[in-house]
């Protein structure tokens, strides 16, 4: 009998700047509360690109637009021994015709984002207090806070211009 084959957590995560300002979410964790980038998990029959936007729109109530690939992460947390993330951290513009939520804090029970027929209402994801965005001085204030090492070396990639195409990953159904 072989051993079972071991996987890691795939997950995404949305890298979104706008006139200087990074989106956040601050959420409930074990540790106490933390800022990550909207991220989550891939979902079975989903692609990565709409997990992204899934995943942004469940935790920030941004609807958003992937433009490219920041990168591919790795990271096992030291203090869950046998447990791997892989992370694809993508660029992503909100969309911000007639926004005008766009750079405002946004609270759980709150306001969500533009569809085509205007705004629509949403609780943020479970674990979710607040979507917020932060200048890059500011996300360096609170790196003790971070979820993970992802969230801050995320950001620097992008401000770096860490930017690979959207098709350098292919979906097949």
């Known amino acids: 009998m072989s051993a079972p084959i071991w996987k890691p957590n795939t997950t995404v995560a949305a890298v979104v700047e706008h006139q ?58 030291p203090t869950k021994p ?20 766009l750079g405002v804090t946004v609270n759980n029970v709150a306001l969500a984002a533009i569809q085509s027929d205007g705004m629509t209402m949403a609780r943020l994801d479970k674990g979710i207090v607040r979507a917020v965005w ?23 990639d992008y401000r770096a211009g860490r930017r690979f195409p959207l098709d350098l990953i292919r979906h097949y159904d």
């Open 134 to 156: 932060l200048s890059y001085e500011e996300v360096l204030a609170c790196r003790y806070r971070h979820r993970s090492p992802l969230v801050l070396q995320c950001i620097e």
């Open 20 to 77: 200087g300002l990074f989106l956040l979410v601050e959420e409930e964790t074990e540790a106490g509360l933390r800022f990550n980038q909207p991220a989550g998990h891939l979902d079975a029959d989903e692609s990565l690109l709409l997990a992204c936007v899934r995943e942004t729109r469940e935790e920030t109530a941004y609807l958003v637009k992937p433009t490219a690939l920041v990168g591919i992460y790795q990271w096992s947390p």
């Open 82 to 101: 046998g447990l791997t993330y892989l992370r694809f951290a993508y660029a992503a513009e909100v969309k911000v015709e007639g926004n005008p939520m």
